[in-house]
Structure formats: C-alpha cells, structure tokens
C-alpha cells in the first residue's frame, strides 16, 4: 500500500520547473510541486504549505492539523520510518 507523507515546503528552488524544497520530519528534500499549482495558487504562493508528498511529488495541500494527524497515524502503523527513507533516497531533476 502507497502513503503520502506530509511535510512542508520552505522554499521554491526552480519556480519553472516548479521545484521546492520540503521539510518532512526534519529531512529536507526536493519535489515536484506541479500538481498542487494553479492560476490561484501560483508557485511563489506555496511556500509554508504542507502538502501529501508521494514518489517526490507534492500531491495535494493539506492543512497543519492534518499533517500532524497523518504523520500520527503513519508511525503508528509502523510506516513513517520506511516512507522517509524512500524519500531520502528520491532525486527530482
């Protein structure tokens, strides 16, 4: 089963290629933020949103409520630890 695992962007990286930097448990990493940008919610907007980061992209904007309850629920499942070593090991170009 795939999990997102929430984290927050700290800064825009590649505003083009709409790359950010995130912070997920204190590992910081690049992704893609394409999917969560729009005419309403341009790049340079994104910065502090906490976001559903799957496979090195953010998937969807979530709040910090539900970040907090999702990275909960993630380490009681046991499924955290595993999650944030595959993002480690993730590299977006």
């Known amino acids: 089963m795939c999990h997102g695992i929430p ?9 083009e290629s709409r790359l950010a930097t995130v912070d997920v448990s204190g ?4 992704v893609n ?6 005419d309403d919610h341009p790049v340079q907007s994104c910065v502090g949103d906490w976001v559903l980061i799957h ?26 630890q595993a999650e944030l070593e595959a993002i480690t090991t993730l590299s977006v170009h």
């Open 55 to 80: 496979v090195g992209f953010a998937m969807s904007r979530i709040d910090e409520q539900q970040a907090a309850e999702t990275l909960k629920i993630l380490i009681e499942l046991g499924e955290a």
């Open 33 to 38: 933020i394409a999917c969560i940008v729009s």
């Open 7 to 15: 984290g927050q962007i700290i800064r825009i990286d590649d505003a």
């Open 27 to 30: 590992v910081k990493r690049q």
